[in-house]
């Protein structure tokens, strides 16, 4: 059984998650409306993957038999002045993310809690990954800057990305 603490805590999570999904919807969005499909695809995709972290500790409270009890979301921001500008608040929303695994990760320790540890080590080593794609992508808009040949380059790259479901386990 989960303890109330650690409860608590990921029905929080759920809502951090939850919010980066909203957040980048947003962004979604803001791409759509000036004319950067590659960017708005990759953005969507990042959406979905939000959703499935969400679900990963919904499921995770309910099988040990806890409560999920999902909080009210803070409204995100819907406007940016530029494609760089969006990809660094992505980056600075995901070192975001990672506090919060961190502080997560820290309750598990001190519960001895070795099921949740289990679940919030793929999580550290995601958040890896979500602080190092959107980083990357960042620093590729400094590079480009103002120029639009280069913006829609990059635009075309992104729009590679897909969302995959995550095979569940055996
Ligand atoms: Fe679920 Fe991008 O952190």
Redesign the pocket.
């Known amino acids: 059984m989960i303890s109330q603490k650690m409860r608590d805590a990921m029905n929080e999570q759920i809502k951090y ?1 939850l919010e ?1 999904a909203y957040l980048y919807l947003s962004m979604m969005a803001w791409f759509k409306a000036n004319n950067l499909d590659g960017m708005a695809t990759w953005m969507q995709a990042q959406s979905q ?2 959703v499935m ?1 969400a679900m990963k500790f919904f499921h995770h409270i309910i099988d040990r038999d806890g409560k999920v009890e999902l909080l009210p979301m803070g409204i995100k921001k819907t406007e940016w002045s530029s494609a760089a500008e969006a990809f660094q608040d992505a980056y600075e929303h ?1 070192q975001f ?1 990672t506090s919060r695994i961190n502080e997560l990760t820290k309750i598990a320790y001190d519960e001895n809690d070795h099921a949740a540890k289990t679940l919030l080590q793929w999580f550290i080593d995601e ?1 890896v990954e ?1 602080e190092a794609s959107t980083a990357k992508v960042a620093k590729d808009m400094e590079i480009v800057g103002k120029d639009g040949t280069g913006l829609l380059m990059l635009d075309r790259e992104l729009g590679a990305r897909m969302f995959t479901l995550p095979t569940p386990p055996a």
């Open positions: 998650e980066s993957e939000e972290h995901e993310v958040q979500e």
